[in-house]
């Protein structure tokens, strides 16, 4: 079997379970994390036939695909802002969505100039340690903080750290506890990717998301969608400095109300910012003392 021929067999494979552009991509990555060659090299030696060590990883790694296991759990793998970051089922995939947050706190601290080399940047929920990684990686004179209730995602995140050797300070703490305030640094910015899909809209989703995916980093009680904005937002007003800024990444559609929340809350010059495939999915809101 070539390289080529393996390639085509999996796509096929995937097409009963996946949009034909998602199986090629899926096919693609497997292919790439197989032999290390990026989608150009893959086509430029497609006709190399594969070892048989290669195909039998190839058939264990299909059987696992077609259980609706993630691609980036059944590799133990996932790009995030030019770092390959390892994940398994105890954090959220990261998601494009998110390097675009990244992308805003980034250009909005470097254009500060000289204030970025003392910034202190808490991130809530950290899961895989994506947000904190990238931000560290990109402003390396930053201090970044970054907490998770998990200590399973934890460890994830400190084996990423350690993987880029990123300074990268994690603490294990719940934002909903009383004591998170004293158990937390005071901080300039805070970011958070933070659970906010209803339980009700559990039944609506992909078997590859609600079967794998932490439920703890996805989910929250229908009747309090909102709870960690809330709890982010009292958080702040005791660890956040003066001037400080919240970056959130939020749900489609509860833009208005978590918007209302906010502005109920003390906080003032909101900016929501769609993501590119046009949404509003992301807020930045600045501290109003009063």
């Not at 079997?1 to 990555?29: C, F, G, N, R």
């Not at 590119?276 to 999915?281: A, I, L, N, P, S």
Request: aromatic share 6%; net charge negative.
């Amino acid at each position: 079997m070539t390289i080529h021929q393996a390639q085509q067999q999996l796509k096929v494979q995937l097409y009963d379970i996946h949009e034909p552009s998602e199986a090629e991509a899926i096919a693609a990555m497997v292919i790439e994390s197989m032999t290390g060659w990026k989608r150009i090299d893959q086509i430029i030696n497609k006709t190399l036939p594969l070892t048989k060590p290669q195909i039998a990883w190839l058939e264990q790694i299909t059987s696992e695909l077609l259980m609706h296991r993630p691609v980036q759990y059944v590799l133990r793998e996932c790009w995030f802002a030019n770092l390959r970051l390892f994940v398994d089922e105890s954090v959220l995939i990261p998601r494009p969505e998110t390097e675009e947050l990244v992308d805003w706190i980034i250009r909005d601290l470097k254009r500060v100039g000289s204030g970025v080399q003392s910034t202190r940047i808490l991130d809530i929920g950290t899961g895989s340690g994506c947000i904190a990684l990238a931000l560290q990686s990109a402003m390396p004179s930053s201090a970044i903080f970054a907490c998770d209730i998990s200590q399973k995602a934890i460890e994830v995140a400190a084996r990423n750290a350690n993987t880029y050797q990123l300074p990268v300070n994690f603490i294990l703490a719940d934002i909903l506890a009383s004591g998170a305030a004293s158990a937390l640094p005071h901080i300039d910015v805070i970011v958070s990717n933070p659970p906010y899909i209803p339980q009700k809209g559990r039944a609506s989703m992909n078997r590859n998301v609600v079967e794998f995916e932490p439920s703890i980093a996805l989910f929250v009680p229908d009747d309090d969608a909102l709870i960690f904005y809330r709890a982010i937002a009292d958080f702040a007003k005791t660890n956040l400095t003066e001037e400080g800024s919240i970056y959130f990444e939020i749900h489609e559609g509860s833009a208005n109300e978590i918007v209302q929340l906010l502005g109920e809350l003390g906080w003032q010059n909101v900016e929501l910012r769609n993501d590119m495939q046009g949404k509003e999915r992301m807020i930045r809101v600045q501290k109003v003392e009063k």
